[in-house]
């Protein structure tokens, strides 16, 4: 069955530092691959999303991933995190089901981001 | 307008109560979800229309009734529901020409007494 697997439950970091959320999915075709964002009480937004082509995905927000099939991961970076990036963070895999496209969505990942 | 809006943003509803939670989008996708998504855990999908038909039914309880009007719209019908099912109820929608991602909505906070 298809999967995705965010081993970090809550990840804590300095304003200013680095950031890399790891996805780890279990699908046996091509995946398409997301990330979304949802700060408290509010709905999901995109960061970035891959399909094909380049293995680094520029997304918003100066978030970047890079797909490794190799690996089975789609990991999440940021250089340099600002406060205002607090929040949980979802990766997601698209599964078409007979042309109805289903997110299966990973655990996510609280980021705490400290001054 | 590249927006999904959902109303009400909150909802308190007894037990006994009838209700209707709204999702519009006025972007041209043809796929409408349902989610619902309890603290601290990822959405969970509910119903998928296609072409303002059901595809998907995700094993609801019938006390969630979903209908989809027109295109633009997509309501979830609420009855007898129990203090279990509050959570933030979240609608998305999605392109049918070729791939791309859903675009989600603020969500409906629902409260159920």
């Known amino acids: 069955a298809q999967s995705v697997t965010q081993p970090d439950i809550h990840i804590t970091v300095s304003e200013g530092a680095s950031l890399e959320l790891r996805c780890n999915y279990s699908y046996g075709a091509t995946p398409y691959l997301f990330w979304y964002v949802q700060s408290p009480g509010q709905g999901l937004q995109l960061l970035l999303k891959?399909?094909?082509?380049?293995?680094l995905v520029q997304g918003i927000k100066g978030f970047e991933a890079e797909f490794k099939r190799s690996q089975s991961s789609f990991n999440l970076r940021k250089p340099s995190v600002h406060w205002s990036d607090a929040a949980e963070y979802f990766c997601a895999v698209d599964i078409s089901n007979f042309g109805n496209e289903k997110l299966t969505f990973g655990t996510g990942t609280r980021l705490t981001i400290i001054p | 307008d590249t927006e999904v809006t959902q109303t009400p943003k909150h909802l308190v509803m007894g037990m006994t109560n009838k209700k209707s939670l709204k999702c519009e989008q006025h972007?041209?996708?043809?796929?409408m979800y349902w989610y619902k998504q309890k603290a601290k855990k990822p959405p969970e999908l509910m119903f998928v229309y296609s072409y303002e038909k059901l595809s998907i039914n995700e094993s609801v309880p019938s006390r969630f009734s979903p209908e989809c009007p027109n295109s633009s719209l997509l309501n979830l019908h609420l009855h007898a529901l129990q203090p279990e099912d509050s959570a933030l109820y979240l609608c998305?929608?999605?392109?049918?020409?070729?791939?791309?991602?859903?675009?989600f909505g603020p969500g409906t906070r629902l409260t159920v007494l």
């Open positions: 972007m041209g996708h043809r796929a």
């Open positions: 998305a929608s999605r392109t049918d020409r070729g791939l791309d991602e859903q675009f």
């Open positions: 891959y399909f094909s082509g380049d293995t």
